[in-house]
């Protein structure tokens, strides 16, 4: 994909785009970088943060990100053979590789169903998430959100959040409820408090971009961490941190935009280190989302604020 920058002097550039986590785990942007070619995305070292869990849980504690208490295994045996000494019981089992999110199983109190599951990935299903090993995480509830962000590797600047609706059901059924690809998404999220906003911006996003830059590896591109906003304590602690990625929610995002799907201008192409002037004009509007039978173009509403 590629997007087009506009210059001050109305010159413009076409630059590389790239969102898939399966091309940036292969380090796509590093080889267009090698070759000379403009483009948006970071590295194959600063998209760690999404597509190894283990690095990022790692990386949030080292930097002081909130995110829930974790353990991490290098392979489904050690996983098994240590599941009982592991000092939470509500569990979330996650294949620490790629898996287009499905390497997850919420499985609370139950270890036999961790230690299912675990099984699973030790033979190879989910797409060999498991085979690097496996992040176990204390559960925590509350409400999803995503918090975007767009940088240069030094500067930030938050979008809107959203919010999909991820399970096949709307009732838990027993826990077997997986998840889907979004069934559909909402943003700006309306219970998000201007607070809590501020919370995250400062001590997630910021962070997390300083610390990628601090690693040796600055971030370039679209940013945004999936959180769960939880209902046990005030706002310096309700934003845990549960992975970073690094695409765009396009549904929503793009259409947030003023005018529609204009992108992000920038007086620089996007590279660590240099000067860049980042400004984004938001729709004042909520907008839903709804995912329609592909190629046909995906209904939207515009919801006018008060």
């Keep these: 994909m590629s997007l087009v920058m506009v210059e001050p002097r109305n010159s413009v550039e076409i630059l590389k785009y790239v969102s898939s986590e399966d091309q940036l785990a292969l380090g796509a942007v590093d080889q267009y970088l090698e070759a000379g070619v403009p483009v948006y995305g970071p590295t194959r070292a600063a998209a760690l943060i999404e597509t190894r869990k283990d690095f990022s849980a790692r990386f949030n504690q080292d930097h002081n990100i909130p995110q829930p208490e974790w353990r991490y295994f290098p392979n489904p045996k050690l996983a098994l053979q240590n599941l009982s000494c592991v000092p939470f019981r509500n569990k979330v089992i996650k294949g620490v590789g790629l898996a287009g999110g499905k390497a997850v199983e919420v499985t609370g109190g139950d270890d036999a169903q961790a230690a299912r599951f675990i099984g699973a990935l030790a033979r190879g299903e989910f797409s060999g998430a498991g085979k690097d090993g496996i992040l176990i995480q204390?559960?925590?509830?509350?409400?999803?959100?995503?918090?975007?962000?767009?940088?240069?590797?030094?500067?930030?600047?938050?979008w809107i959040s959203s919010a999909d609706h991820k399970k096949k059901f709307d009732e838990d059924h027993k826990g077997l409820n997986p998840n889907t690809g979004g069934k559909g998404a909402i943003a700006p999220v309306p219970r998000l408090t201007s607070d809590e906003s501020r919370f995250i911006h400062t001590n997630i996003l910021e962070k997390g971009v300083r610390g990628l830059a601090e690693e040796g590896h600055p971030f370039v591109g679209t940013l945004y961490a999936g959180l769960m906003m939880t209902e046990e304590s005030v706002v310096t602690s309700r934003a845990t941190s549960m992975q970073a990625r690094v695409r765009y929610i396009c549904g929503t995002l793009m259409l947030a935009l003023d005018p529609p799907g204009m992108s992000a201008f920038c007086t620089k192409p996007m590279t660590p280190h240099r000067d860049t002037s980042i400004k984004i004009a938001i729709i004042p509007a909520i907008i839903m989302f709804l995912p329609s039978l592909w190629p046909l173009p995906a209904p939207c509403t515009y919801l006018k604020r008060p």
């Design 138 to 158: 204390k559960q925590v509830t509350g409400y999803e959100l995503s918090a975007h962000a767009v940088t240069d590797g030094t500067a930030v600047v938050s």
